[in-house]
C-alpha cells in the first residue's frame, strides 16, 4: 500500500483555486452530513446517472415510506455537481488529500483560471469514460474522484521526477520514504486498471478516463501558439 503524504515541490504562488475547491467539498460535504433530508437523498438526487445521460431522460427519486417522487437534477447538471459530492468521510478524505498535495503544483503551473478549466473538463470527461463502460447503470456516481486523476495525469506529465513522501506498508515493511511521482501515481494507474471488473462501488472506469484525460489535456494546455503578425 502506498499512500503519498506530501511532496518535495515548492510552488510559487499561494493555490487559492485548490483551497478553494478543497473548502468548497467539505462544505457540501457537512451540509449533506447536517441536511434533515440525510447524506444520501443528496447522493440520490444529484448523482450522475448514466441512463439518464445515454437515455436523455431523467428518473424520479423516490424516497420515504410513501414512496413520495422528487425530481432529480436536470442530467447535464449532475456531471459537475456530482463531482462536488462525497458518500463518507474516509472517501472525502483521501480525495482532498490527493487534490491538496498534486493540485497546487499543477495549478502554479496553469494558473488559477485555466486550472478550474483543467479541473471541471477532467471532471466531466471522468463521468462520461464511466457512463460509456454502464451506459444503462440507474446507480448514481458521485465523487471528485475522477476530476483529481485528471490532475494526477497532469502533474505525471509535468513533474515525474519530484520526490513524494510516501507512507509505504508492504508486508513488514513500514515506512515513510521519498519517492518519485513517477512511481507513485504509475502505481495508482496500476491500481485502477487492475480493479476493474472488481467492483465494491467504484466507479475504476472514471479513475483511468480522468488520468488519461489529464494527461491528455496538460499537454493541450501547454501547447505554444504559433506567432502570428496582425495588422
Not at 31 to 53: A, D, N, R
Not at 131 to 154: E, H, R, T
Not at 211 to 219: N, P, V, Y
Request: proline share 6%.
Amino acid at each position: 500500500m502506498f499512500i503519498p503524504l506530501k511532496d518535495e515541490n515548492p510552488t510559487s504562488r499561494f493555490p487559492i483555486v485548490t483551497v478553494l475547491f478543497i473548502a468548497l467539498n467539505v462544505i457540501v460535504f457537512f451540509f449533506q452530513l447536517v441536511s434533515p433530508e440525510g447524506l444520501q437523498f443528496y447522493v440520490y438526487k444529484m448523482g450522475t446517472i448514466p441512463y439518464e445521460i445515454t437515455h436523455f431522460k431523467s428518473l424520479p427519486l423516490v424516497v420515504g415510506q410513501t414512496a413520495e417522487q422528487i425530481p432529480r437534477l436536470a442530467p447535464v447538471l449532475t456531471l459537475f455537481v456530482s463531482m462536488f459530492l462525497h458518500g463518507g468521510f474516509l472517501h472525502l478524505l483521501f480525495n482532498m488529500l490527493y487534490l491538496w498535495i498534486f493540485g497546487n503544483n499543477v495549478e502554479d503551473f496553469l494558473g488559477p483560471f485555466r486550472f478550474i478549466v483543467f479541473y471541471l473538463l477532467c471532471g466531466v470527461g471522468a463521468s462520461l469514460t464511466h457512463i460509456i463502460f454502464n451506459a444503462n447503470s440507474q446507480v448514481p456516481m458521485i465523487g471528485a474522484s475522477g476530476a483529481i486523476a485528471g490532475v494526477l495525469g497532469a502533474y505525471l506529465i509535468l513533474f515525474p521526477k519530484a520526490r513524494v513522501m510516501t507512507f509505504v506498508i508492504l508486508f513488514f515493511f513500514i515506512r515513510i520514504v521519498p519517492i518519485p511521482a513517477a512511481f507513485v501515481l504509475g502505481f495508482w494507474f496500476l491500481m485502477q486498471v487492475l480493479n476493474v471488473g472488481v467492483g465494491g462501488g467504484v466507479a475504476w472506469f472514471a479513475h483511468i478516463g480522468g488520468f488519461l484525460i489529464g494527461m491528455g489535456l496538460i499537454k493541450l494546455f501547454t501547447k505554444k501558439r504559433p506567432k502570428v503578425w496582425i495588422h
